[in-house]
């Protein structure tokens, strides 16, 4: 797997509802051996290898979360709100990299200095916190900037010992960077199915991105690839969140949107091909875009594949690439396994 690719697809500013940029560079690989590569009114990127059926479709959401200005005082301190879920605690401090109206403005995330606040004025939220872009006035922040431009953290991708990284927006870039590889193994092997990876837009805020394509492509059955939160470290609560560690392998859910049969395929063929993994359950909704795929037209038989990710949702999320290299191949084996004749109904 090329981690100069994912390094330009983690490093891309793409909040919910802005992906263009990380978009255009998940379609400029994914043409490199693809036979169809495509996208749609909402923002979506298929990347299609034709073939017969079954049809299936394996999605990542592209999305990450940000934040989106919401109003500029007179000194030129800028509000915002959140898009996506944020612990406030993470952001205070933090620089973010704003989509200007000429190109991207950096700024730094400010609030009261813990020294001068009172007893009881506790933890901070996002209305306690601005965003300070150098400028003095509302005019010369509104020359650079305007109400609605949204933002990222401004944090990087890097290398870590033993095969781990660390980046902003591996939640869930990571998700569509697997899909895209897996069809690059199934590129090679051609599958009896169709089959489409694509990187669904907005799932952190509507999940319309993976609604309209699977109502789109008429899938039989979808894998929907996402991170969950790894367990494997200090205080964490492994009755509460379940056991899943980096260098374990996938996540593979069970419950919910999940398909019993697809869930069963999976288990057997990581079995069979000793792919390390873990389980996983969803009890009610699986917090994914199968959430909305499952139920698509006549219903999808729907699989999720997690990556282990510590600290989610916030500036420097960690996988180890060992576990994506296991869903990616995992994944295609299950693609490989399917024919025209494959019984997805449970009985």
């Known amino acids: 797997m090329s981690l100069e690719f994912l390094k330009r697809l983690l490093n891309a500013p793409g909040p ?13 690989e994914a043409a490199t051996f693809a036979d169809e590569v495509q996208t749609d009114i909402r923002g979506n990127s298929f990347a299609i290898l034709n073939g017969g059926k079954p049809r299936v479709i394996l999605t990542g959401h ?7 200005v919401s109003y500029v005082d007179d000194e030129g301190f800028v509000s ?4 996506g ?25 400010g609030k009261k200095p813990i020294h001068l606040m009172k007893k009881e004025e506790g ?11 150098g400028v003095t006035s509302r005019a010369a922040a509104l020359e650079l900037i305007r109400i609605g431009t949204v933002g990222v953290i401004d944090a990087n991708m890097y290398e ?51 609604h309209t394509a699977a109502f789109s492509f008429e899938p039989d059955v979808a894998i929907v690839v996402d991170v969950t939160h790894a367990t494997d470290y200090p205080t964490a609560n492994k009755k509460q969140a379940g056991e899943a560690k980096l260098g374990g392998g996938p996540a593979i859910a ?27 359950v969803n009890s009610a909704r699986s917090g994914t875009d199968g959430d909305v795929i499952h139920y698509a037209r006549g219903g999808v038989a729907v699989g999720v594949v997690s990556i282990p990710n510590r600290y989610m949702h916030s500036p420097n999320e960690v996988i180890q690439m060992s576990d994506v290299e296991h869903a990616a ?19």
């Open 80 to 83: 915002f709100a959140g898009v």
């Open 16 to 28: 919910s509802s802005q992906e263009v940029v990380p978009a255009r560079v998940w379609r400029e």
């Open 85 to 109: 879920g944020w612990d406030a605690q993470v952001l205070v401090g933090q620089r973010i990299r704003l989509l200007g109206k000429q190109g991207d403005v950096i700024g730094v995330i």
């Open 329 to 347: 191949r995992l994944i295609a084996s299950f693609v490989q396994s399917l024919t025209a004749d494959t019984d997805l109904i449970p009985r």
């Open 160 to 210: 870590l010992p033993n095969g781990r990284i660390v980046s902003r927006s591996v939640d869930n870039r990571i998700g569509a960077y697997t899909v895209l590889e897996a069809l690059r193994i199934l590129s090679q092997e051609r599958p009896m199915a169709t089959v489409a990876a694509v990187a669904t837009v907005q799932e952190e805020i509507t999940m319309a991105g993976a």
């Open 254 to 280: 069970s419950g919910s949107v999940n398909s019993p049969v697809v869930h069963q395929m999976l288990l057997d063929i990581a079995d069979r091909d000793g792919i390390p993994y873990t389980l996983k």
């Open 62 to 68: 592209i999305d990450e979360i940000g934040v989106i």
């Open 123 to 133: 933890p901070s939220t996002i209305d306690d916190l601005w965003i300070d872009i």
